[in-house]
């Protein structure tokens, strides 16, 4: 079971067939589809169920002063206060997700930069969601724009040294899981350039 | 706007109530629920939608030559052959998740291990899901077991070094977003450590 790279590359894992595909509920965020699917070798097939959502951005915001943009608001999920860094969903004009990130950002912090760098870009959930969620890193943020937040949104935005964030994620106080995915991406890009 | 942790603790951010639950639709994976919430004090109100699930585990498992065990399979969400660390959903019965970590890891690819540590725990999605993950490290993982995977998985088992796991998280080949949060903590967790 010893593998290398090259290996699983060239894994014999087979892909499910869709026969069928019905949407069974349509909300502003989120539709929901199940699909009849059919792995003919293994003679198996079922039904399953899929959340449907566009892609998704949220951005590492640095100021010119090296601290992190946070945003702080109620979240309907698990009905908690939560601190987050700012992201949202990609809108279907956005030729490329860096220009929802770009708006996100003036929206809900009134931060902007001219300085981008993508650091990658996660499945938000393969098992279940069929979208992605696009990373980014922003740096040299200044204060440009009033906030400009959606209908339900009520957002407070702090700035908070970069070390004091990285403890805050590893004790759990900042825990939205796509957050804690972008750390990761930049620590890794970080790691690469020193 | 310059804020410390001390500062975001006390904020002033409210919760919304909910007035009425509904639950719209029912898989075998997770629920849909619709609440009717308000927040009087801003004189605002609304209907969203969030999607109930019970809590998840997954497990960075290293062998005892400090391989990472990972499990690649088909994932319905995507349509794509994913590669992941091992994990699952938290079984109702068991008193602490990491129960259910132990079992999600020997199901899925047979290795078990004395030499568990929490890495911590995510809001898998505050704004839309209820649950959360748990995130362990196995260390010193051997074969023990057959695999014993559910009806509908054919999991094929892979063992990867460490720096080459870490690569492919950085070029998004390992792209699962709980999987990369999972390697957030566990970088964190080392960095302390050393």
Redesign the interface.
């Known amino acids: 079971?010893?593998?290398?790279?090259k290996?699983?590359k060239s894994?014999?894992?087979?892909?499910?067939v869709?026969s069928e595909r019905q949407k069974?509920?349509d909300?502003?965020?989120?539709n929901?589809l199940s699909?009849r699917?059919t792995?003919e070798a293994?003679g198996?097939s079922?039904t399953?169920?899929?959340?449907d959502a566009p892609d998704w951005v949220n951005i590492i915001a640095l100021t010119t002063d090296q601290?992190v943009i946070?945003v702080?608001?109620?979240?309907?999920?698990?009905?908690?206060?939560?601190?987050?860094i700012p992201g949202g969903m990609v809108d279907k004009g956005d030729p490329d997700p860096i220009e929802s990130a770009k708006r996100e950002l003036a929206e809900e912090t009134g931060y902007s930069t001219k300085k981008w760098t993508k650091l990658?870009?996660?499945?938000?959930?393969?098992?279940?969601?069929?979208?992605?969620?696009h990373l980014y890193l922003a740096e040299d943020c200044t204060?440009k724009y009033e906030q400009a937040p959606d209908?339900?949104e009520?957002i407070?935005?702090?700035?908070?040294q970069l070390p004091?964030f990285?403890q805050?994620?590893?004790t759990?106080?900042i825990?939205?899981?796509?957050v804690?995915?972008a750390?990761?991406?930049y620590?890794?890009?970080k790691m690469?350039k020193s």
Chains 1, 2 share one sequence.
């Open positions: 079971m010893n593998t290398d790279k290996q699983i894994s014999t894992i087979e892909k499910w869709v069974l509920l909300t502003p965020v989120f929901i699909h699917s792995l293994a198996k079922g399953f169920y899929t959340i601290k946070l702080e608001q109620y979240r309907f999920g698990n009905e908690q206060i939560s601190l987050e990658g870009k996660v499945a938000v959930n393969p098992a279940i969601f069929t979208n992605y969620c204060l209908e339900h009520i407070h935005v702090h700035t908070i004091e990285m805050m994620v590893k759990g106080e825990d939205h899981s796509l804690v995915a750390v990761s991406q620590i890794l890009w690469d």
